[in-house]
């Protein structure tokens, strides 16, 4: 209809259209908006969860470059700089899942426990830390699963002894029922591809970047080089 | 992933599980391998199948993900100014 046409420009006329937009509005926001289902497979998958990835494990390298150059380089581990990433890769993984999957919970999980018993070596403490507690604690905070006490459906052997391979690949499900460990994997999965998408894009834009910078102490070439799995 | 436990009418009386939830599941698993995603004959594939193929594409994921992060420590040894110029090209992304 007509009755808010911005030529008008009579101040009554105008608070009227304004109100009746208002309640036009009010309208709309009543009905509230349908939550969006988008399940956590789509949200590994999006931009946003990427990027988010990106700047928590870009954190922690620098954590850990930090922490390299205070020990004094002078046994400069290439092998342990390795694994040291990858461990802080997947660290950020697990942070970046917000802890609502079983393996993210596991991996960090692991992380405080060995932490604490690097500790412990430095100085004597207090054997349960409240922080151990709160990540176990927050099983009750888990999204209810149907919970299976004695499972007779796929009992094939063969289903059987692959699942058990599969719970052992996956961190934190080796004894977790047949479900748990295929829903697990799932997101897992999803939530790996991610991952070496974000370390593929670092792993460029660092050589780019460092390719363009003055080659002062250049002397590996990586550039260009991207062995890809995922087609 | 409610829906799930409203679509367990066949429940046997031990299992809470039924056999199409977990059938589910697995299709739901073998959407996600590269490699059976493609042949859309869920029926022809069987579950050990793609299982076994999920075992085996997990472990290559890890593989990649372990010599990534190889080249990235590398990478990040090998420059000083790797850190600045991470910094920069996430900013600038």
């Known amino acids: 209809?007509?009755?808010?046409?911005?030529?008008?420009?009579?101040?009554?006329?105008?608070?009227?259209?304004?109100?009746?937009?208002?309640?036009?509005?009010?309208?709309?926001?009543?009905?509230?908006?349908?939550?969006?289902?988008?399940?956590?497979?789509q949200k590994w998958r999006s931009e946003k969860q990427q990027q988010i990835y990106s700047?928590?494990?870009?954190?922690?390298?620098?954590?850990?470059?930090?922490?390299?150059?205070?020990?004094?380089?002078?046994?400069p581990h290439p092998r342990g700089g390795g694994i040291a990433v990858r461990d802080a890769a997947y660290r950020s993984l697990a942070?970046?899942?917000?802890?609502?999957?079983?393996?993210?919970?596991?991996?960090?999980?692991k992380a405080v426990k060995v932490k604490l018993r690097f500790r412990k070596q430095n100085r004597p403490r207090i054997s349960n830390p409240p922080s151990m507690v709160s990540i176990t604690g927050n099983n009750r905070l888990r999204k209810k699963r149907a919970t299976v006490l004695r499972l007779k459906a796929k009992g094939l052997p063969a289903v059987q002894r692959?699942?058990?391979?599969?719970?052992?690949?996956?961190?934190?499900?080796?004894k977790q029922p047949l479900p748990v460990v295929l829903e697990e994997t799932t997101d897992y999965i999803v939530a790996m591809e991610m991952q070496i998408r974000a370390l593929n894009a670092i792993i460029s834009a660092v050589g780019s970047a460092s390719s363009s910078a003055p080659p002062l102490m250049l002397e590996t070439g990586h550039d260009g080089e991207e062995t890809h799995m995922l087609g | 992933?409610?829906?799930?436990?409203?679509?367990?009418?066949?429940?046997?009386?031990?299992?809470?599980?039924?056999?199409?939830?977990?059938?589910?599941?697995?299709?739901?698993?073998?959407?996600?391998?590269?490699?059976?995603?493609?042949?859309?004959?869920?029926?022809?594939?069987?579950?050990?199948?793609?299982?076994?193929d999920t075992c085996n594409y997990i472990r290559n994921l890890h593989r990649e993900v372990d010599d990534l992060s190889e080249r990235l420590s590398e990478l990040l040894a090998n420059t000083d100014t790797a850190q600045a110029a991470l910094i920069r090209s996430l900013l600038t992304q």
């Open chain 1, 162 to 174: 692959k699942v058990k391979l599969l719970s052992r690949l996956i961190p934190g499900c080796r």
């Open chain 1, 1 to 41: 209809m007509e009755s808010i046409s911005p030529v008008m420009n009579q101040p009554t006329r105008t608070m009227m259209s304004s109100g009746y937009d208002q309640s036009r509005r009010k309208r709309k926001k009543k009905q509230p908006p349908p939550p969006s289902q988008t399940t956590s497979l």
């Open chain 1, 95 to 109: 942070v970046t899942a917000r802890g609502r999957t079983l393996w993210s919970r596991a991996i960090l999980s």
């Open chain 1, 55 to 75: 700047m928590n494990i870009v954190q922690a390298l620098r954590e850990l470059r930090i922490s390299a150059d205070n020990n004094s380089s002078a046994t």
């Open chain 2, 1 to 52: 992933m409610s829906g799930r436990r409203s679509r367990s009418r066949q429940s046997s009386g031990t299992s809470r599980i039924s056999e199409d939830q977990i059938n589910d599941l697995i299709v739901k698993l073998q959407q996600l391998l590269p490699e059976l995603r493609d042949s859309r004959r869920s029926d022809k594939v069987s579950a050990a199948r793609v299982l076994q």
